[in-house]
C-alpha cells in the first residue's frame, strides 16, 4: 500500500533553515509529480511546492518562492523541501502528497515551528 512518512520537522530559530524529507513506498515513486502541502492551526492546508516525476519542473506557493527548494532522490524514492529564511508565520504541520490513480495519498506530517 501507499505509505509517505515525513520527517525532519523541529523547533527553528526565526531565519533558520529546515530540510523536510518523505520516504515514499507502495507505489512507483519515479512515476509521480509529488508535492508538500503545509497546514496551520485554524487555518486550510495550503500547497508549498510540487515537483514532476523527473524533478524536471517545480512549482512553489507565492508565500514560500525564493525560501525554498523542493527535489527528489527517485533512487531513494525521497522528496525533500529545503527551507531557508524561515518565518514565524512559517509555523505548520508540512505534509507530503502523492497522487497515485486519481487517489490522493499524504503522510502523518512533521512540525516546523519557527519561534525564538
Known amino acids: 500500500q501507499v505509505r509517505l512518512v515525513e520527517s525532519g520537522g523541529g523547533l527553528v530559530q526565526p531565519g533558520g533553515s529546515l530540510r523536510l524529507s518523505c520516504a515514499a513506498s507502495?507505489?512507483?515513486?519515479?512515476?509521480?509529480?509529488m508535492s508538500w502541502y503545509r497546514q496551520a492551526p485554524g487555518k486550510e492546508r495550503e500547497l508549498v511546492a510540487s515537483i514532476t516525476s523527473t524533478g524536471g519542473t517545480t512549482n512553489y506557493s507565492d508565500s514560500m518562492k525564493g525560501r525554498c527548494t523542493i527535489s527528489r532522490d527517485n533512487a531513494k524514492n525521497t522528496v525533500y523541501l529545503q527551507m531557508n529564511s524561515l518565518k514565524p508565520e512559517d509555523t505548520a504541520v508540512y505534509y507530503c502528497?502523492?497522487?497515485?490513480?486519481?487517489?490522493?495519498?499524504w503522510g502523518q506530517g512533521t512540525q516546523v515551528t519557527v519561534s525564538s
Open positions: 502528497k502523492a497522487r497515485v490513480y486519481a487517489n490522493d495519498y
Open positions: 507502495g507505489f512507483t515513486f519515479s512515476s509521480r509529480a
